[in-house]
């Protein structure tokens, strides 16, 4: 079988890619722009997408192809509905960053709560050698000990920061953003205005979709405490990004760590960017998931994904 990756630099540098060559013909491309979609795609008979479309377009351009492979958990960039119409599978993967989101959850909050930025430039400026004392008190560390942690979306990965949270002697609530999931054993479920006005930590990890979709806005903001902080591992548009950097500017709550934007990469006006030089806000390029272990479970998870197809697409029917 003929296997291509459309734009395999969406993972990264990982040992395990070449194992795909295993299962057949395997052409790697870097990235692939929307003009270039039918042209790499047509003659394979497995395609594999992170963010490149495969649309009802690159669909009947390519009669050949028989399966899509998500390099993600998403399957938004794929037309299900004409894969179904013409029998091409589409299989995704899932679980595969849990623990690398959850890590980075806590990383980007330590990094806040425990001021670093500050003390790291305190002391690699000379002014620690300067030092009449051991120690050095400019900013208040903050204890997450005995806090509330309100989590917004207990799926998988919200899952495992509510366990990490209560293991660090948290207070753990959350909310549902479905409606759905109301009844946890371990955890208090709260409406959304409740968690938000007496949690000390926010954590989003929920998807974006219409019950979602600037959830967070300035009223919002203004409903939690001004020493509370707010982290964003789910997707960009469930908080406005200005009425966060009017929040975060003026003072509203006390922190914020993004890792999702509304457009990827960040767009220069962007108006997050004009606080860069504030200690209050910490903003990473949507990594949270892109730990190596997590790359080369992704990538195992897509070998056995095609595998899997290859052995049921030749087993012959009785």
Same mark, same amino acid.
């Given at each position: 079988?003929?296997?291509?990756?459309?734009?395999?630099?969406?993972?990264?540098?990982?040992?395990?890619?070449?194992?795909?060559?295993?299962?057949?013909? $395997?052409?790697?491309?870097? *990235?692939?722009?929307?003009?270039?979609?039918?042209?790499?795609?047509?003659?394979?008979?497995?395609?594999?997408?992170?963010?490149?479309?495969?649309?009802?377009?690159?669909?009947?351009?390519?009669?050949?192809?028989?399966?899509?492979?998500?390099?993600?958990?998403?399957?938004?960039?794929?037309?299900?509905?004409?894969?179904?119409? /013409? @029998?091409?599978?589409?299989?995704?993967?899932? @679980?595969?960053?849990?623990?690398?989101?959850?890590?980075?959850?806590?990383?980007?909050? $330590?990094?806040?709560?425990? /001021?670093?930025?500050?003390?790291?430039?305190?002391?690699?400026?000379?002014?620690?050698?300067?030092?009449?004392? $051991?120690?050095?008190?400019?900013?208040? &560390?903050?204890?997450?000990?005995?806090?509330?942690?309100?989590?917004?979306?207990?799926?998988?990965?919200?899952?495992?920061?509510?366990?990490?949270?209560?293991?660090?002697?948290?207070?753990?609530?959350?909310?549902?953003?479905?409606?759905?999931?109301?009844? +946890?054993?371990?955890?208090?479920? *709260?409406?959304?205005?409740?968690?938000?006005?007496?949690?000390?930590?926010?954590?989003?990890?929920?998807?974006?979709?219409?019950?979602?979709? @600037?959830?967070?806005?300035?009223?919002?903001?203004?409903?939690?405490?001004?020493?509370?902080?707010?982290?964003?591992?789910?997707?960009?548009?469930?908080?406005?990004?200005?009425?966060?950097?009017?929040?975060?500017?003026?003072?509203? &709550?006390?922190?914020?760590?993004?890792?999702?934007?509304?457009?990827?990469?960040?767009?220069?006006?962007?108006?997050?960017?004009?606080?860069?030089?504030?200690? /209050?806000?910490?903003?990473?390029?949507?990594?949270?998931?892109?730990?190596?272990?997590?790359?080369?479970?992704? &990538?195992?998870? &897509?070998?056995?994904?095609?595998?899997? $197809?290859?052995? +049921?697409?030749?087993?012959?029917?009785?």
């Amino acid at each position: 079988m003929k296997i291509v990756f459309l734009d395999a630099d969406t993972v990264g540098n990982v040992s395990n890619l070449s194992r795909l060559g295993e299962l057949g013909d $395997f052409i790697t491309y870097p *990235l692939t722009p929307a003009n270039m979609r039918i042209e790499r795609v047509k003659g394979a008979d497995v395609v594999i997408t992170n963010k490149v479309v495969i649309d009802k377009e690159v669909m009947d351009a390519c009669p050949g192809l028989k399966l899509i492979c998500v390099a993600a958990t998403g399957t938004n960039n794929i037309d299900l509905t004409v894969a179904r119409e /013409k @029998g091409i599978a589409v299989k995704n993967v899932a @679980g595969y960053s849990t623990e690398s989101v959850a890590q980075s959850t806590f990383a980007l909050l $330590f990094y806040l709560m425990n /001021k670093l930025r500050y003390y790291d430039d305190y002391v690699k400026s000379g002014d620690y050698c300067k030092s009449p004392v $051991f120690t050095h008190h400019g900013r208040e &560390i903050i204890q997450l000990y005995g806090k509330r942690f309100g989590v917004i979306g207990l799926g998988s990965i919200g899952t495992r920061v509510a366990e990490i949270a209560t293991a660090f002697g948290c207070e753990t609530v959350y909310y549902s953003t479905s409606g759905r999931n109301t009844n +946890s054993e371990k955890y208090k479920h *709260l409406e959304l205005d409740e968690l938000l006005g007496t949690a000390d930590v926010v954590s989003v990890h929920c998807p974006l979709n219409e019950n979602t979709s @600037g959830l967070i806005d300035i009223q919002r903001l203004r409903m939690m405490k001004p020493s509370a902080y707010l982290l964003n591992m789910g997707r960009g548009g469930i908080i406005v990004e200005k009425d966060l950097a009017k929040a975060i500017k003026e003072g509203v &709550i006390a922190g914020a760590g993004i890792d999702v934007l509304v457009n990827e990469p960040i767009n220069k006006d962007n108006p997050l960017l004009a606080l860069k030089e504030s200690e /209050k806000i910490v903003i990473t390029p949507h990594v949270a998931w892109a730990g190596i272990d997590s790359r080369n479970l992704l &990538i195992e998870k &897509i070998y056995y994904n095609i595998s899997g $197809f290859i052995k +049921s697409y030749n087993q012959p029917e009785p």
